[in-house]
């Protein structure tokens, strides 16, 4: 599995296996090594909007042939994800309007998509990127660059003030920011508490608020990350299998051989699971930005 | 691990998608989708209609049939009796012409024997005469002796 790599140590295989493709926008050349902010991922955007557009194109040809006949094979899985979807959707968020379903489905197959990536061997695409395009470095999995999940969890945190403005106004808004949780019902001067309590309630509900996209993000990083590193590491312990003779070959490679497939196995459970809870949750938050807060001040 | 512009590439990426799928692809299936759902709830319905009136249907001809086993049973009897009415009819149609063919026979009988009986006695008397005339040996005037004869034709 690591033979191509047997000439590195197993730092720098791991540190090789979770470095990007770099590609600095200053200067347009690759290098790994690029920081700052004006640097794009290539293989996470690449591999990520082919996978987008993979079941986007899928929807749009069930779309194009839609009709009330008797579904065939592909239109009754895609109307199953929508059928499973739309319930969530109106379990979690009753009175959503039309777009709330779509961009729930858009979260779920699209996040499914990229981390079922991660089943594939570690080495595979880096191996064909290496020896076929000359790439020095390839992530396949999105889901494990913070930048992917970040950008997916900042667009639903706009996507949440825009249904809060929406739903609310920006009056209704503007109250529960500086009311909720914090307000005192009284009349004459005692009612002046209530100015210092407005700050407080901005300081939590912006914690609150902020708490939302950065959970969202770093959840479905952590877990595929964390699942990508294991599968590393499970790569190079067994790649001691070719320095070790025979013994060391049999012994390595299949207890080797085990794990990855145990792990691999625990890890077609979290890869619909992360795709799930990161679509719920989607739909929590808009759902809690639409609807008001607990009693009406 | 640390942010960069590809943050913005996915984000913009994110909308468009979620755009194409709210404006473009969602409407149609959901729309094929209820008008499936619409369709078999028709489907549904029209088989419990169709149900219904089978057994609206099955009750009707049951009926029918009772009420035509029982117009049968009328009619068979009306027939039996008519039958009946024409068999005595007949019979006694048969009878009367019996009695009346006897009656005429008898009539008939009655007459050959009166006739019979008259001619015989005429033979009668002619043989007596012609006996007499043959025992007396002599000839009798038949029209002088006519008196005689008949009177004897009579007592025969």
Known sequence: MAAEEGTHDSGSYVVHHLTNLKLDLQTMTLNEHATGFWVLNIDSVVFSVVLGALFLFLFLRVAARANSGVPTGVENFVEMCVEFVSNQVKEVFPGAGSLVAPLGITVFIWVLLMNIMDIFPVDWFPYIGEHVFGLSHLRVVPSTDVNITFGMSISIFVLMYIFSFVYKGPIGLGKEFLTHPFYIHAHGPAALVNIPLMAVNVVLRLVEDLAKPVSLALRLFGNLFAGELIFVLIAVFSSNAFNHGVAGFIGFGLFGGLIQFLWAAFHLLVIPLQAFVFMVLTIVYLASAAQSHGEDH | ?156
């Open chain 2, 1 to 156: 691990m640390d942010l960069n512009a590809t943050l913005i590439v996915q984000s913009i990426t994110f909308l468009i998608f979620v755009l194409l799928m709210w404006r473009i692809a969602w409407p149609p299936i959901i729309a094929a989708m209820q008008a499936r759902q619409a369709r078999i709830a028709d489907g549904l319905a029209a088989a419990d209609r169709s149900a219904a009136a089978l057994a609206d249907a099955t009750a009707k001809s049951e009926q029918a049939v009772s009420a035509a086993r029982v117009q049968a049973q009328d009619i068979l009897a009306a027939a039996n009796k008519q039958a009946q009415q024409l068999i005595e009819q007949a019979k006694n149609t048969a009878q009367q012409e019996a009695a009346r063919i006897v009656a005429k026979a008898q009539d008939d009988v009655a007459r050959e024997v009166g006739h019979a009986r008259e001619e015989l006695r005429k033979q009668v008397g002619e043989l007596a005469v012609v006996g007499a005339a043959k025992i007396l040996k002599r000839e009798i005037d038949a029209k002088a002796h006519a008196d005689v004869l008949n009177d004897l034709a009579a007592r025969i």
